[in-house]
């Protein structure tokens, strides 16, 4: 069975930081591409950032680059995403994800309850 549990939310002030960690159970977590997406209040699941497999390559939406990074470890089963000079706007509940392909259309798997971000002076 499939779990992904995130740990790491928090409250920020504009600009700091905060790491978000996932811990991976139930999958050969070395051999699935990961991302972390998000959900602000009121608002729909938006993607923010993905790894692959092997953690050679690194995507993240335009919103964030040059503030978040996203990493895994594989060793430990483990995904993270450090985020740095955080805005209000990143305010949400993120979560893990595994992601899949069905019928060529891409979709994230998530399992876990997520992580709640507050950015707010």
């Known amino acids: 069975q499939v779990q992904l549990v995130e740990s790491g939310g928090g409250l920020a002030k504009p600009g700091g930081s905060l790491r978000l960690s996932c811990a991976a159970s139930?999958?050969?977590?070395?051999?699935?591409?990961m991302s972390w997406a998000r959900q602000a209040p009121g608002k729909g699941l938006e993607w923010v950032s993905g790894?692959?497999?092997?953690?050679?390559?690194?995507y993240y939406t335009d919103s964030v680059k040059g503030r978040f990074t996203i990493s895994r470890d594989n060793a430990k089963n483990t995904l993270q995403l450090q985020l740095n000079n955080l805005k209000p706007e990143d305010t949400a509940v993120y979560y893990c994800?595994?992601?899949?392909?069905?019928?060529?259309?891409?979709?994230?798997?998530?399992w876990g309850q997520g992580a709640l971000v507050t950015v707010s002076s």
């Open positions: 994800a595994k992601d899949g392909v069905w019928n060529d259309f891409p979709y994230l798997e998530v």
């Open positions: 139930g999958f050969t977590f070395s051999n699935y591409p």
């Open positions: 790894i692959y497999s092997n953690g050679s390559n690194t």
